[in-house]
């Protein structure tokens, strides 16, 4: 039945269904699965962008620890959480999640139509249907642990091979910094009382 369920919630036609299992290692297969498409539709938004950009270069815009660890957290609670546990419709997550990826495009320090990032639109794709089952399933804080994860490991690379790397910006950097330690904080406590008061609501007889 393992595999049954494996190779039904892989199938692009449950993309927008509940998951059948909902364990942590049936969820960590998940993400690893739409992680792998991410990372495969990356390259390919890469290739396109430099075979059809001239002297198209992938761009990278360098972050703090701060801001790369509390990003997770607040685009699941932004774009997924709010929305899903606001309306409770799945399309309304699905254009929240549609839009988060739209604005990845924006991930670079030149706005110019040749440079702005193709390949983080492709790459987060997969990640909208991720999220999106996720927090539907139930699931919710799994969403911002994996999504948080794998911030990390992505800074951990970068900062290993060289890129610079401080833990808070400096000047008008440290100030979002700052108000991003906050804002996840209140997303958090926000979406938890949101969960609270829906679940007190569908008690009511």
């Not at 199938?11 to 690893?32: A, C, D, E, H, Q």
């Not at 761009?59 to 606001?86: D, H, K, N, Q, R």
């Not at 670079?108 to 990032?117: G, P, Q, Y």
């Not at 794998?150 to 700052?178: E, M, P, R």
Request: include cysteine; charge should be positive; glycine fraction near 8%.
């Amino acid at each position: 039945m393992n595999r049954l369920d494996e190779l039904r919630d892989v199938n692009p036609k449950f993309w927008l269904s509940r998951y059948r299992k909902t364990t942590v290692p049936y969820l960590i297969k998940m993400g690893i699965f739409y992680l792998a498409i991410g990372l495969g539709l990356q390259q390919v938004g890469n290739n396109l962008a430099e075979h059809f950009i001239t002297n198209y270069q992938v761009p990278s815009v360098p972050i703090s620890i701060i801001m790369g660890l509390t990003s997770g957290p607040l685009e699941e609670a932004t774009f997924f959480g709010v929305p899903f546990y606001l309306n409770g419709n799945y399309l309304v997550v699905l254009a929240g999640g549609i839009l988060w990826s739209v604005l990845h495009i924006f991930n670079t320090h030149d706005f110019a139509l040749t440079n702005l990032a193709y390949g983080s639109v492709f790459f987060t794709i997969p990640h909208i249907f991720f999220s999106l089952r996720t927090w539907i399933s139930g699931k919710g804080w799994f969403a911002i642990l994996f999504h948080t994860a794998w911030n990390a490991i992505v800074l951990g690379i970068q900062c290993v091979g060289g890129a610079s790397c401080i833990i808070i910006g400096k000047d008008t950097y440290f100030i979002l910094d700052l108000l991003s330690i906050f804002a996840v904080a209140f997303l958090i406590i926000a979406l938890y009382r949101i969960r609270r008061y829906r679940e007190k609501i569908h008690r009511q007889p």
